[in-house]
């Protein structure tokens, strides 16, 4: 308890007879060091439940702060998590997008070239086969 002084306090009880042949008993107190006396009232029963139902509203409302607090963390990290979901799956949409244009030019030069060959390679044998045709005619 602040504010409170502990000290030591003798006494002595002493036995008073008066003349009519009463007994008063009292104390006659010899201190030793000087008392700090506080005289504290007990609170009222009905002060007591409102203290404590303050309490509990206090502490309900760190509670629903502290969830509400959470929560917010909570559903900032899934917006994060789903911001970068989302920025994967766009990346990956994009590299499968310029893979497959990639095979497509791939693609087309083999095309291109395989073609381009292929009509030279024909025309070599067309030329060849009227070579031939023209030394068999001409003997």
């Known amino acids: 308890m602040a504010g409170v002084t502990a000290t030591m306090v003798q006494t002595t009880r002493v036995m008073v007879r008066t003349a009519l042949g009463s007994r ?16 504290v009232s007990s609170p009222s029963p009905s002060d007591t439940a409102k203290r404590a139902i303050d309490e509990l509203k206090n502490a309900g409302s760190q509670i629903k ?7 917010g ?38 095309q291109d070239t395989v073609v381009g060959k292929a009509e030279a390679s024909a025309d070599v044998v067309k030329d060849h086969i009227e070579a031939a045709k023209r030394t068999i005619n001409t003997k």
Do not use: C, M
């Open 65 to 71: 702060e502290k969830t509400a607090s959470h929560a």
């Open 73 to 110: 963390y909570v559903a900032n990290q899934s917006k994060a998590a789903a911001g970068a979901t989302e920025n994967i799956t766009e990346k990956a949409k994009q590299s499968a997008q310029e893979a497959w244009s990639a095979t497509k030019d791939a693609a087309q030069k083999v």
């Open 24 to 39: 008063v008993f009292g104390s006659n107190p010899t201190l030793i060091t000087h008392p700090q006396v506080r005289f």
